[in-house]
């Protein structure tokens, strides 16, 4: 694509995402127009080619798509209140993290403003912002996300989940949830793990190792709980119940909290009382899906 052909690209919040991201505008030869409150964090990007703004007003009549990568919801319309009337005909991308409902609030705004808006989740870290190792959700406006797919690639490669903008902020926090599960697992078991002299360091690599493998288990898990089919899974209730429980009978002879295992180990019961024992682990599902789905 020829350069002047690429769409002004604004960049509002130059934090430990939003810098990474402009730079990564800059660098892929896009205009790219920035802003931050502490306006000293912009220096970096204006010796890289970037156009510095000193109003958040200037910073959107500047882009015709504009980019927030901002604290959180509260972040975002403190920045973008001012604002209002430089939206129209603007694509606006809130990445800052926030509720669904807040993301459906703004959609609501920012069409009162007349602009496109996608709510966006950033599954990443900032020094994996344009590479292939992170991934950003989207949902809101069809358009905008259709139009502007190329450069949302420059920061990650693109998921989008329909026009509800709550969406990618319902995925954000599922998968946060996955990773919050396996990430107090780890520190549950490198507190286990102390007791007999391995230290987290030591553990580190061979968690990692286990979880890839897990992580491999989930397409059977998926299969499993999105069929209710139970029957033939290799691995049941009842032989997991035996496992988590051996888990937290050593936690507590170590003197190690029991807290992460304990409400797995109650919907493992419950299964099993209820004549599931032999069902695959993945009925747990049946205990945690909603009664109306
Ligand atoms: N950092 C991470 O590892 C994770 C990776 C996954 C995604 N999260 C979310 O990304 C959003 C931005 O996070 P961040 O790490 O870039 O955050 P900071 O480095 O703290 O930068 C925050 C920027 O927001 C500006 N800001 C804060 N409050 C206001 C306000 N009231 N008005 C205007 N701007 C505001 C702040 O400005 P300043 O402090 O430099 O003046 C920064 O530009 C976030 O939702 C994560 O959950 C990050």
Known sequence: MPEQTKPHVTVLGLGRMGAPIASAFLNAGYPTTVWNRTAAKADALVAQGAIRATTTTEAVAAGQLVIAPLLDHDAVRQALGPTASALQGRTLVNLANSTPDHARE????????????????????????????????????????????????VMAPAHYFGTDAGSAEVHDLALLGTGYAALTGFLHAAALLGSVGTTPEMFAPLAARWLHGMAGFLP????????????????????????????????????????VH????????????????????????????????
């Open 106 to 153: 703004l959609a609501a705004w920012a069409a009162g403003h007349g602009a496109d808006y996608l709510d966006g989740a950033m599954m990443a870290l900032p020094e994996t912002v344009a590479t292939p190792e992170a991934f950003f959700l989207y949902s809101g406006s069809q358009r905008a996300f259709t139009t502007y797919r190329r450069e949302l690639e």
């Open 220 to 259: 059977e898990l998926a299969r499993e709980a999105g069929s209710a089919a139970y029957a033939d899974g290799v691995s049941t209730v009842d032989l997991n119940r035996a496992g988590v429980d051996s888990l937290i009978q050593l936690s507590r002879a170590s003197d190690i909290a029991t807290d």
């Open 262 to 293: 304990e409400p797995l180990k109650a919907l493992l019961d419950r299964r099993s009382a209820d004549g599931h024992g032999r069902d695959s682990f993945s009925s747990v599902f049946e205990l945690l899906r909603s009664r109306g789905t």
